[in-house]
T-cell receptor, first 115, second 116 residues
Framework: SAVISQKPSRDICQRGTSLTIQCQVD?????MFWYRQQPGQSLTLIATANQGSEATYESGFVIDKFPISRPNLTFSTLTVSNMSPEDSSIYLC????????????FGPGTRLTVL | AQTVTQSQPEMSVQEAETVTLSCTYDTSESDYYLFWYKQPPSRQMILVIRQEAYKQQNATENRFSVNFQKAAKSFSLKISDSQLGDAAMYFCAYRSREYNFNKFYFGSGTKLNVKP
């Protein structure tokens, strides 16, 4: 299995600012995923991040709003830019769903509140 | 795209009793994975159980078992001898082994309450 850590675990931010969330994995993985989860709701995939290439964004999510970096096989960041209260959510990093792991493993999440 | 449906937004069970959570999915594929994930309140999402579609035998993990009906596209989770620690959101998920196999499709979740 993979062990995933995220920083920060939670944050309260002002409207119009940006927050960068870090995701660290204890092993080298090909693909990393970023999800958004409203409290009590299901997961919505934001983008898939491959090392050495541009992230692939799902419908409704754009790079200008959610830029992603993937500098190596164990690390990724997601930035939530120009935040509004509608961005208040839990952001989850995950790995898996590839040749190495059948299932996905999730980080503990980052709880973001935008005032 | 594949869809995963969990028709029970919330369920309750008495401690030590058995409860079954329902999940149906829609796919034209024959080879895929199905998963049940558990997300306790304010805690990390973890895998409960996994089923490969090509296996006819239902997966079992201690008190957790599934009823996989491939023709009916149904994948229910049975929790036996429910414990207080089982209280959580449970998500059913689908992953293809044929196309776009890196993508997971999640259901809307079922909140399970366990009464002492």
């Amino acid at each position: 299995s993979a062990v995933i850590s995220q920083k920060p675990s939670r944050d309260i931010c002002q409207r119009g600012t940006s927050l960068t969330i870090q995701c660290q994995v204890d092993s080298q993985v090909t693909m990393m995923f970023w999800y958004r989860q409203q409290p009590g709701q299901s997961l919505t995939l934001i983008a898939t991040a491959n090392q050495g290439s541009e992230a692939t964004y799902e419908s409704g999510f754009v790079i200008d709003k959610f830029p992603i970096s993937r500098p190596n096989l164990t690390f990724s960041t997601l930035t939530v830019s120009n935040m509004s209260p509608e961005d208040s959510s839990i952001y989850l990093c995950s790995v898996g769903g590839d040749l190495l792991y059948n299932e996905q493993f999730f980080g503990p999440g980052t709880r973001l509140t935008v005032l | 795209a594949q869809t995963v449906t969990q028709s029970q937004p919330e369920m309750s069970v008495q401690e030590a009793e058995t409860v079954t959570l329902s999940c149906t999915y829609d796919t034209s594929e024959s080879d895929y994975y199905l998963f049940w994930y558990k997300q306790p309140p304010s805690r990390q999402m973890i895998l409960v159980i996994r089923q490969e579609a090509y296996k006819q035998q239902n997966a079992t993990e201690n008190r957790f078992s599934v009823n996989f009906q491939k023709a009916a596209k149904s994948f229910s989770l049975k929790i036996s001898d429910s414990q207080l620690g089982d209280a959580a959101m449970y998500f059913c998920a689908y992953r293809s082994r044929e196309y776009n196999f890196n993508k997971f499709y999640f259901g809307s979740g079922t909140k399970l309450n366990v009464k002492p």
